[in-house]
Structures are given as C-alpha cells and as structure tokens.
C-alpha cells in the first residue's frame, strides 16, 4: 500500500448557504475531494468521485461514518 492510496481521514465541508441549500457537502481525504452528498428523489445521498489516479479510495470507516453525520449536521445548520 502506497501513501496516496493509504487509509485516509474524511474531512468534511459545505462552502455556502447556496451549497446547503442543494444539499451540497464535500467530503475530502487530504487534497483530494473525495465524494459531495446530493439530494436525490428527496434522499441525501453521497457521490463518491473515482481517485484522479484511478486507484481505489481506502477510507477509515470510522472517520466516513462521522463525517456523514457531520454532514448531516452542518446542512441542517442551514
């Protein structure tokens, strides 16, 4: 396992009220946005972005679980 495709961390942000407003959260592993979360058919979802370098994403399901809820979180704030 290389350090770019190592076990990341999820961050997660929503930029503007307009962005909240859409549903619209990024979720980032280091540098790299990773997935945004969408509203479809009145569902929050999350769209995860294939890896510029085509590898698979490794991602620490602690970090995603708690990232998801923050999302959650950080939307609803809107």
Do not use: K
Not at 41 to 58: F, H, N
Request: glycine share 6%; charged share 20%.
């Amino acid at each position: 396992m290389t350090e770019s495709n190592a076990r990341a961390a999820v961050h997660v942000s929503v930029v503007s009220p307009e962005e909240a407003y859409n549903g619209n959260a990024e979720f980032w592993c280091g540098r790299e946005l990773m997935a945004v979360t969408v509203i479809n058919e009145g569902q929050l979802q999350l769209s995860i972005e294939p890896r510029a370098d085509g590898s698979p994403w490794l991602v620490d399901t602690t970090s995603l679980a708690l990232g998801l809820a923050e999302a959650t979180r950080l939307l609803a704030a809107y």
